[in-house]
T-cell receptor
Framework: DADVTQTPRNRITKTGKRIMLECSQT?????MYWYRQDPGLGLQLIYY???????NKGEISDGYSVSRQAQAKFSLSLESAIPNQTALYFC??????????????FGPGTRLTVT | QQPVQSPQAVILREGEDAVINCSSS?????VHWYRQKHGEAPIFLMI?????EQKGHDKISASFNEKKQQSSLYLTASQLSYSGTYFC??????????????FGAGTQVVVTP
């Protein structure tokens, strides 16, 4: 089984609809992240969470909200979807300590289309 | 401000070498490198930390110039499997930035037979 899973994998929705993307991990990591990737561009950080009670905005949080339901689960919501939120969304997790930096493990991605 | 990667794209023949560069305007704590195949998740390649520590795959080499805030990834004797888009992610030295990465726009690498 995959260490980081995302559901749904593909979603088409209409402008104004509320949509939730879910992420689950079995790696036991405290840190989880949501990224957005537009065609030909890098990854932009939407929100990140360093533990269940620590949630922070990233570079492009406007129009998005998150919920960290448990150590293993981190959900991203679009309250009222708009067409320019059409993108590929990735969840990622990482280990941590104060003295080093750790690789991020990415989920398979959710391709979201807003019409 | 995101790090700047160069070149934007490179085409190689199998067996040739290439260098991908990543440059930041901020003091860096670490530089991460990832490779992404089209439509797939980015896959970790290497981390280079301030102070010289490196973590990653044995077959990938990279350098980190802390004074210049620059990192380079070296693709040596390229194989077809090296094709993909390479991203650097930078973690700045500011304490409120630990654990967060800013990614460059990517370098597309195509290796041909």
């Amino acid at each position: 089984d995959a260490d980081v899973t995302q559901t749904p994998r593909n979603r088409i929705t209409k402008t104004g609809k509320r949509i939730m993307l879910e992420c689950s991990q079995t790696k036991g990591h405290d840190r989880m992240y949501w990224y957005r990737q537009d065609p030909g561009l890098g990854l932009q950080l939407i929100y990140y969470s360093f533990d269940v009670k620590d949630i922070n905005k990233g570079e492009i949080s406007d129009g998005y909200s998150v919920s960290r339901q448990a150590q293993a689960k981190f959900s991203l919501s679009l309250e009222s979807a708009i067409p320019n939120q059409t993108a590929l969304y990735f969840c990622a997790t990482s280990d941590h300590d104060r003295d080093s930096s750790y690789e991020q493990y990415f989920g398979p991605g959710t391709r979201l289309t807003v019409t | 401000q995101q790090p700047v990667q160069s070149p934007q794209a490179v085409i190689l023949r199998e067996g040739e070498d290439a260098v991908i560069n990543c440059s930041s305007s901020k003091a860096l704590y670490s530089v991460h490198w990832y490779r992404q195949k089209h439509g797939e998740a980015p896959i970790f390649l290497m981390i280079l930390l301030k102070g010289g520590e490196q973590k990653g795959h044995d077959k990938i080499s990279a350098s980190f110039n802390e004074k210049k805030q620059q990192s380079s990834l070296y693709l040596t004797a390229s194989q077809l499997s090296y094709s993909g888009t390479y991203f650097c992610g930078t973690e700045t030295a500011a304490t409120d930035s630990w654990g967060k990465l800013q990614f460059g726009a990517g370098t597309q690498v195509v290796v041909t037979p």
